[in-house]
């Protein structure tokens, strides 16, 4: 692996290596007034929601390398003490990125992006009219991380308000991520879409105590059908099936006749488990499958 020491790399570089690694990253799409009334509005991929009960959203806004300023959105903050965090989608993508170049201070990037303000309920700030989601914030503490080009200062938000358009609601009103379609911040000049293909559901239990992968029979671990994604389903199955699992599959399955009756019966068996393993929900019954391979 290529070994970097962050105190002997260009800061440009480890930045980029940095965001490179640490990604996709949620795009906070900030809108702050400064002491005259005059809107700005910027992203930022150093995001994050840290806490939901107090509901708590961190974003930083990092000094410039080239010349070790600082941006209006940071100005803004420190004299009002508010903002409003806009969810990028897909549809005002290129919208964001116009408002990522530095126009002087004053400027309205709303009206640079052609994006819509509209009032907020709590704060003073706008809020992004075309935005699946805002998050109305008061600033509870501001941490500068360092004075040099590339040092962060951390802003702490307390979520006051929180706007969804109903759009994006599926039918139990929860979030659909196929119909908020947000978008994600890469390395350089990469970004990723949130939705369709790229969205994975995976269940988990955490009070359910997997059996873990040292558990896993040798035949399971050794396969070389399966992989890494696969044991790790197999992992957190709370116990392994019993003989009479296997047997009852065993006469039962029409299709584990013809497998067992196969060339190699052992890869065939796996390869069934694995494609029963990547359909999502079938840990229990590949489990049984790899178990007769086994035997």
């Known amino acids: 692996m290529l070994s970097i020491?962050?105190?002997?790399?260009?800061?440009?570089?480890?930045?980029?290596y940095l965001l490179g690694?640490?990604?996709p990253r949620p795009i906070a799409f900030v809108s702050t007034l400064d002491e005259d009334g005059k809107p700005n509005l910027a992203p930022y991929s150093f995001f994050n929601c840290f806490s939901s009960n107090p509901p708590i959203v961190v974003f930083s806004s990092n000094r410039r390398g080239r010349d070790n300023s600082t941006k209006d959105t940071l100005h803004n903050i420190k004299t009002t003490g508010e903002a409003v965090i806009n969810m990028v989608s897909?549809?005002?993508?290129?919208?964001?990125?116009?408002?990522?170049?530095e126009y002087p201070a004053g400027v309205s990037e709303f009206e640079k992006a052609g994006l819509t303000p509209i009032p907020a309920e709590i704060v003073r700030p706008?809020?992004?009219?075309?935005?699946?989601?805002?998050l109305e914030c008061q600033v509870q503490d501001i941490i500068t991380l360092g004075e040099e080009g590339g040092a962060g200062h951390l802003i702490i938000c307390k979520v006051v308000r929180l706007h969804v358009a109903k759009r994006v609601l599926d039918e139990n009103q929860k979030i659909d991520p196929?119909?908020?379609?947000?978008?994600?911040?890469?390395?350089?000049?990469f970004y990723v879409r949130a939705s369709?293909?790229?969205?994975?559901?995976?269940?988990q239990s955490v009070t359910e105590i997997g059996i873990g992968y040292k558990e896993l029979p040798e035949s399971f671990r050794t396969s070389k059908v399966l992989s890494a994604n696969n044991l790790g389903q197999l992992a957190s199955l709370t116990a392994l099936p019993n003989k009479d699992m296997v047997e009852t599959l065993k006469k039962e399955d029409a299709k584990i006749?013809?497998?067992?009756a196969a060339e190699n019966p052992v890869q065939a068996l796996h390869a069934y488990a694995k494609e029963l393993l990547d359909e999502g929900n079938e840990r229990e019954k590949a489990a049984v499958v790899l178990m007769l391979a086994g035997m």
């Open 126 to 134: 706008f809020r992004v009219k075309e935005s699946p989601a805002h």
């Open 257 to 260: 006749s013809n497998l067992l």
């Open 196 to 203: 369709g293909e790229s969205v994975q559901s995976i269940y």
């Open 5 to 16: 020491d962050p105190n002997k790399v260009a800061q440009g570089d480890l930045h980029q």
């Open 90 to 101: 897909h549809d005002i993508l290129r919208q964001m990125v116009v408002t990522s170049i």
């Open 178 to 189: 196929h119909k908020i379609d947000l978008m994600g911040r890469m390395g350089r000049t």
């Open 21 to 23: 690694s640490v990604a």
